[in-house]
């Protein structure tokens, strides 16, 4: 597939540059080489860049964070002071706080960081009004597309779902959907060939192990965290069975847990959680973990297109494709007009959905297929879930993923739409 080898925009630039003009500090979280750097100084294109990777400026930070800052900020009044990977300063943040109490104006200070500095300190209660935290995620299909955001949501939420407006696909084949999965979304890594990208991306998860870990959370056993993190990979979009898992990489359930926690606070993995009706107690409430980002899922698995051959493992694609979508949904959610939750759904009978969008009383019921074609059967557990079932009283759209080509209407806001649908449609133009 051809690739940009320009500065791609994202999608979260509009809303970075929005909250400059009302948040005294813009702090941007999100995994390391996702493209925090390049959207805050390449893209931003504004404000003095300093980042304490460079363990001189960190070790000068430390040693007098407000004086510091002070210096730093001397002759910028308009444009911000970018600070990269700010949560390795564990004195900055009540400098910060010092600083902006003392002043109101707006974009002050950029943050960038693997992890949330303000997540376990105090100081966030007190930069309440003043702070403004977004998230950038690895990059979506439609931002290598240099497209707009996905608005499916939008669409499925909608009272007409009007034809017209659905997205229109891109025409894939099963091979092209295989290697968007196995490139994944980093900026820079998901360009190289097959053999090299799987190299960078588990050199990837080893410098997160040793050097992002620490700003985080104590972890005694890196070997094990490892082991735990390539069986995750295997385990993608899976309900946990935590007591198999402890068993697998030698360690205690509290500190798998724990080591959970923290994958999920370095953006490794998330945790999809089990939606809960009130209804009826004979819903699972086990959550679901997807890695993050199937690129990175994919190289610890050592997986390659042929890997999903017909005569090969038949269930390999099958998780990897739902976490694909999955992220797919999830970076897009910010942009639909309505606030979505993400949850996933199962009874003790069998019956299950891939993925739950909640907005108020309106649900969108996902399931995601790795098939070229879908038969109406397909619909029985989101037909029970939405005509008999705890969804019976929700207004609930259901829409089956697959990867053909047609988007198809199977009445009663049932839909096959192509996953191409996610961001499809006309180029960003923003």
Request: aromatic share 8%; charged share 25%.
């Amino acid at each position: 597939m051809p690739e940009h080898r320009h500065i791609l925009s994202r999608h979260l630039t509009a809303e970075l540059q929005q909250a400059l003009t009302h948040a005294r500090v813009v702090n941007v979280i999100g995994a390391r080489q996702a493209g925090k750097t390049t959207l805050v100084r390449d893209i931003l294109g504004a404000g003095r860049f300093i980042t304490l990777d460079d363990d001189t400026v960190l070790e000068a930070i430390e040693d007098d964070p407000w004086g510091q800052l002070q210096r730093l900020k001397e002759g910028s009044t308009t444009t911000p002071l970018i600070i990269d990977e700010a949560q390795r300063a564990r004195k900055l943040a009540l400098a910060i706080k010092r600083i902006v109490d003392n002043s109101d104006r707006p974009g002050q200070f950029v943050l960038t960081g693997s992890s949330n500095m303000f997540r376990t300190q105090h100081v966030a209660d007190s930069l309440a009004g003043r702070m403004l935290t977004l998230t950038l995620w690895p990059m979506t299909v439609a931002e290598t597309r240099s497209r707009g955001p996905s608005k499916l949501l939008d669409w499925a939420l909608s009272a007409s779902q009007a034809w017209e407006e659905l997205p229109a696909p891109e025409p894939l084949t099963r091979a092209d959907y295989i290697d968007l999965i196995l490139r994944g979304g980093f900026p820079n890594i998901r360009r190289l060939e097959l053999k090299p990208r799987q190299k960078t991306y588990s050199d990837y998860i080893t410098s997160i192990i040793e050097r992002d870990v620490v700003d985080v959370a104590p972890v005694r056993k890196p070997d094990a965290l490892r082991r735990l993190i390539d069986q995750l990979a295997v385990r993608t979009s899976m309900e946990l069975n935590i007591a198999e898992l402890c068993d697998v990489v030698g360690l205690r359930r509290d500190t798998v847990l724990h080591y959970l926690d923290v994958l999920i606070r370095l953006f490794v993995i998330r945790k999809l959680g089990a939606w809960a009706s009130g209804e009826s107690r004979r819903e699972i409430r086990n959550a679901k973990y997807h890695f993050a980002d199937t690129g990175i899922a994919a190289a610890l698995r050592n997986l390659a297109p042929r890997s999903f051959d017909l005569d090969a493992n038949p269930t390999a694609l099958g998780g990897m494709f739902e976490s694909f979508v999955f992220a797919e949904l999830l970076r897009s959610a910010p942009y639909q007009n309505s606030g979505i939750r993400f949850y996933h759904w199962r009874d003790q009978r069998g019956r299950e959905i891939d993925i739950l969008a909640e907005s108020g009383n309106d649900l969108v019921a996902v399931e995601v297929k790795a098939s070229t074609s879908v038969r109406s059967g397909d619909f029985k557990h989101l037909d029970w879930f939405s005509r008999n079932g705890p969804g019976k009283t929700r207004t609930v759209t259901s829409i089956i993923f697959y990867l053909g080509s047609e988007s198809l209407a199977f009445g009663e806001r049932r839909y096959v739409l192509p996953v191409s649908c996610l961001w499809g449609g006309s180029p960003d133009v923003r």
